[in-house]
């Protein structure tokens, strides 16, 4: 069953867990401190509660490694019988809030209705409760009884417990496989028991580890405060106490009792944050380690590719009138673990004139998202443009310095990213964000910058503008925020349009009204588009050259009618399989099988070829360039001479 | 506003019945102490005359019920009744000593965030030696506990350098002193808090600095100032406010230990002092007046959240 199968994860994960050196250590310390605790009586060299008179502050010696306090007792007697009262104290809390809050976290979760609105009522009214106040006030009838003072705490404690939870509970409840066990008939407890605990028990270990080190820290203070401390095994927060009254006398005394609490707490903290990045399906707390600023220099290109390609050079249109000219553009980021940098744009080469449309068009994962912000000089760290170069309206901008690069930005390029409704922050209105855009461009009084809002808006073909820019972009449809994408990205009043995937997280009918929307403005404003897509049908409708990407370079380029009707590239005929829409009067290849592979996966021979149903022996030798395939046309394939043969026989199969 | 409105309304609305209950707790404390309380007082030995006198005196011998309605109808109107010691009204000691914990407290949470969310903000921004100290110190500082601090500075700062002193509270009526006496246990006090904010804020601030709205808004030409300080900032506030929020909890709590340290004369030794002294209606006002805070606290954070997050409003 699901236990059974679980439990070899749960081993690998202990052995993760010991793996990484800072876990061990700390799991290594605590398991010292309950150990050197039990077996005080005969580990100590001294008694912890024994006076010697004769022996009153005396530094670390031989016969005191860590010398005497006021009263003459050892100190590192009184830190090893110490440590185990503070340890179990606090898993007693911990216990008792686990005990309590987990059942009945669990039960309100999945069974919903009146037992959670119960239970999540108790809940709310443990936070109400100054937990740590009301344990010192038990104090009153309790004195110096540790047992009943925590227990209280771990009650307290239940509610946050409880509401976590429940929390996690009701995330998995509706889960196919809790399903699947309700439909075999297993019964609540078996479900609850069974899968649904498994599953959350990660995150609850984290609450544990936490709780185990609050716990410490609570009952340190209470000792401190003289209200939970046990003559006989006067734990850590006694003794900082004691010290704290000798601090003048002997500051000493401040640094045993002090270092080994302090190490305590950190080993539980750190167990506590190793169990929630090992722990499967939680999102790891990340640490993005940053590299230095890597410079070109570093980048190594696969030590097999091929010498610079001169094909690809050859322009697809005269470069003259390019408004923007991409020559061999390389993206790259550091390869794990590794300290080279792994090419996800591949010497990436286009031209686009002025007032015309270029799709770019490939899988997910092909490198065009990275190419259209290479362009606009937002790379997110760690990744570098390696080498090339991108020359706007005669601008080299790769070379130039970040403060002219943001110059363009806005003004003469515009960007339209994937998701809409991700693209507008999110805690400010339409209206705001708009306006705040517009005034870093045009520099108007606030009356103008508001008119031309609502203008915008309205050019965007929003009905109702002054309303819209009231609202939050929660509050609108996925299709109405991508209009205001659009209308911020124009406000600039940009040369060039660039839309990453515009019309992918819309709605199929949407989709064709920002597609309109986008060539209307083109054909008003006479901007050029770059339009990101993996859709040939957007390319037809709405483009007049095209560069297909595959695996990081351009596969095939041409216009875009040309291309679509007589393509000659194996990965674009595949594309064009799968459209709903293609008839059969075209070569048609079965649908790509698989999906793009990880950069560094990518073979050094054709990249298309473990998936290309047309290739052959002469296709896994080496790298294949960009080849002249006829007018204006460009094509990535060995077998370029044979494809219409190859792709005709591949029909009547 | 409005809708921000009616859900402050509303958690207010379901606070006075939470509060009601925690007040009864706080009165049943009484029945929990053994025997009857005049002797819990006075002690074992007091002649039975003078337990019997006590306990007279101050009610305590009618039926539990009846103690129940009256002190209960005497709170709701703020008489909390008064100390089996000093014979001092409750209210009046609770109020006297209310601005010494709201002074520490407050001070640490300037301290907290006006210190926590720069150097957040720097380690999001400057992975190099910023980042790498906050990271190192993190753990060591959000272990030290609070009252090893306190020693610490009283010894190094007061003690040795004689630029503080080691204990006491001035009135805010003289201001400069007030903050004089305010800087040590207000440091104690701040600093591991401080430390597990910036590394909250360096978190949230790495999750915004990567959404696509911040991409959007750079490509349309915002400044990177503007980014990162109107619109990185300000979408990392919710998260962090709602990690403020339970901090100042523990600043309250935090304010028990420190205030004793410190011999402050705020709600946190009165606490501890109605405890040593077996003062029960003193110990039952701290409890009420402590939970009335925590309520307010949480009221507050919740209402901030959903003023900082248009998501959350209006639900």
Redesign the interface.
């Given at each position: 069953m699901a236990q059974a199968g679980r439990l070899p994860a749960t081993r690998a994960w202990l052995r993760a867990l010991l793996h990484s050196p800072v876990s061990a250590v700390s799991l290594l310390w605590l398991l010292a401190v309950v150990v050197v605790s039990v077996f005080a009586p005969l580990l100590a060299p001294y008694s912890p509660v024994q006076d010697n008179l004769t022996a009153l502050f005396q530094g670390p010696s031989l016969h005191h490694l860590l010398g005497t306090d006021e009263l003459g007792r050892d100190v590192l007697s009184r830190l090893m019988f110490g440590g185990g009262t503070l340890l179990w104290g606090a898993a007693e809390a911990t216990g008792v809030a686990l005990l309590l809050g987990v059942p009945a976290g669990l039960l309100a979760g999945y069974s919903g209705g009146k037992p959670d609105r119960l239970l999540s009522w108790l809940a709310?009214?443990s936070?109400?409760?100054?937990?740590?106040?009301?344990v010192?006030?038990?104090?009153?009838?309790y004195p110096q009884n540790v047992v009943i003072l925590m227990g209280a705490l771990g009650v307290i404690a239940a509610g946050g417990v409880l509401r976590f939870t429940r929390n996690l509970t009701r995330a998995v409840r509706d889960e196919l496989y809790v399903d699947a066990a309700r439909v075999d008939g297993l019964t609540r407890r078996q479900i609850l028991v069974g899968h649904v605990l498994p599953v959350i028990s990660p995150p609850l270990v984290v609450q544990a580890f936490t709780g185990m080190?609050v716990g410490v820290?609570v009952l340190?203070?209470l000792s401190?405060?003289?209200?939970g401390t046990n003559p006989e095994t006067p734990n850590w927060?006694q003794l900082?106490?004691d010290?704290?009254q000798q601090?003048?006398t002997d500051?000493w005394l401040?640094v045993p009792s002090?270092a080994v609490?302090?190490?305590t707490?950190?080993a539980l903290?750190?167990l506590g944050s190793s169990v929630r990045d090992l722990a499967p399906g939680t999102r790891p707390?990340v640490?993005?380690?940053?590299p230095r600023r890597t410079g070109p220099g570093r980048w190594l290109p696969p030590a097999e590719s091929a010498a610079p390609d001169e094909s690809a050079q050859v322009p697809v249109e005269p470069s003259a009138e390019s408004l923007l000219r991409v020559r061999d553009l390389v993206v790259a980021f550091p390869a794990p673990g590794e300290g080279r940098l792994q090419a996800v744009v591949d010497r990436v080469s286009f031209d686009l004139p002025a007032g015309q449309t270029l799709g770019l068009v490939g899988e997910s994962g092909c490198g065009k998202t990275m190419s259209v912000?290479a362009i606009?000089g937002?790379i997110?760290a760690p990744g570098v443009i390696a080498s090339g170069s991108v020359r706007f309206d005669g601008t080299e901008l790769i070379s130039a310095s970040s403060r002219s690069v943001?110059a363009v930005?806005?003004?003469r390029?515009?960007?339209i990213?994937?998701?809409p409704m991700?693209?507008?922050?999110?805690?400010?209105t339409i209206g705001s964000?708009l306006r705040?855009?517009l005034r870093?461009?045009t520099r108007a009084g606030r009356r103008v910058v508001r008119e031309r809002s609502l203008d915008l808006l309205r050019e965007v073909g929003i009905a109702d503008p002054a309303a819209t820019a009231r609202l939050?972009p929660?509050q609108i449809s996925g299709g109405m925020a991508q209009r205001v994408?659009i209308a911020?990205?124009l406000?600039?009043q940009p040369d060039l349009l660039i839309a990453d995937e515009p019309t992918t997280a819309l709605d199929v009918t949407v989709q064709a009204e920002i597609l309109d929307l986008l060539r209307d403005l083109k054909e008003r404003r006479t901007m050029a588009l770059l339009l990101v897509t993996h859709d040939l049908g957007v390319v037809a409708d709405a483009c007049d050259s095209v560069a297909v990407m595959y695996a990081g370079q351009i596969v095939e380029q041409g216009g875009a009618e040309d291309v679509l009707s007589n393509s000659r590239h194996p990965y674009t005929l595949g594309l064009l399989s799968s459209m709903p829409a293609a008839t059969g009067t075209r070569a048609r290849l079965a649908a790509i099988r698989g999906a793009v592979p990880a950069p560094r996966d990518w073979p050094v021979s054709c990249r298309f070829a473990p998936r290309c149903p047309l290739a052959a022996d002469v296709c896994r030798v080496g790298p294949v360039a960009l080849a002249q395939a006829g007018p204006g046309r460009l094509s990535r394939c060995v077998r370029l001479a044979e494809l219409p043969e190859l792709t005709a026989e591949q029909v009547l199969a | 506003m409005v809708p921000v409105l009616r859900m402050a309304l509303g958690r207010l609305a379901l606070a006075v019945p939470m509060l009601f209950v925690v007040a009864t707790a706080t009165f049943f404390l009484q029945q929990l102490v053994p025997g009857d309380p005049g002797s819990f007082i006075l002690g074992k030995d007091a002649a039975p005359a003078e337990i019997r006198q006590f306990d007279v005196s101050l009610g305590l011998n009618r039926p539990v019920l009846v103690q129940y309605g009256a002190w209960l109808g005497r709170a709701v109107r703020g008489n909390l009744g008064e100390s089996w010691t000093t014979r001092e009204p409750v209210a009046q000691t609770l109020l006297a000593a209310a601005p010494v914990t709201l002074s520490l407290a407050g001070l640490a949470l300037l301290v907290i965030v006006g210190l926590g969310v720069p150097l957040g903000t720097l380690a999001a921004l400057r992975p190099g030696i910023i980042d790498r100290i906050v990271q190192a110190s993190a753990g060591f500082a959000i272990a030290l506990p609070n009252f090893w601090l306190g020693v610490g500075l009283v010894l190094l700062l007061a003690v040795d350098l004689k630029l503080f002193p080691a204990t006491g509270y001035v009135s805010l009526s003289d201001p400069a002193q007030w903050l004089h006496s305010l800087v040590l246990p207000v440091l104690a006090l701040a600093a591991g808090m401080t430390v597990s904010l910036a590394l909250q804020v360096r978190s949230a601030m790495i999750d915004v600095l990567a959404a696509d709205y911040i991409r959007s808004l750079r490509a349309a030409g915002l400044p990177r100032r503007s980014v990162l300080f109107r619109h990185a900032l300000r979408n990392c506030m919710a998260p962090v406010v709602t990690t403020v929020g339970f901090q100042l909890l523990g600043l309250l709590a935090g304010a028990v230990v420190i205030e004793q340290l410190f011999n402050l004369p705020g709600l946190g030794s009165v606490m501890v002092s109605s405890v040593t002294e077996h003062d029960i209606p003193l110990v039952q006002g701290a409890v009420l007046l402590f939970a009335v805070l925590v309520v307010a606290v949480n009221l507050v954070t919740d209402v901030a959240a959903a003023v900082l997050n248009p998501r959350a409003r209006g639900r």
């Open positions: 709310d009214l936070f109400a409760v100054p937990a740590f106040v009301v010192v006030a038990l104090a009153v009838i080190s820290i340190a203070s401190f405060l003289g209200l927060g900082i106490y010290a704290s601090v003048t500051p401040m002090g609490l302090v190490l707490v950190m903290n750190f707390g640490r993005v380690r940053r912000l606009q937002l997110p943001a930005r806005g003004t390029i515009g960007y990213s994937q998701d991700t693209a507008l922050d999110p805690s400010f964000q705040e855009v870093r461009h939050y929660h994408a911020i990205a406000s600039g | -």
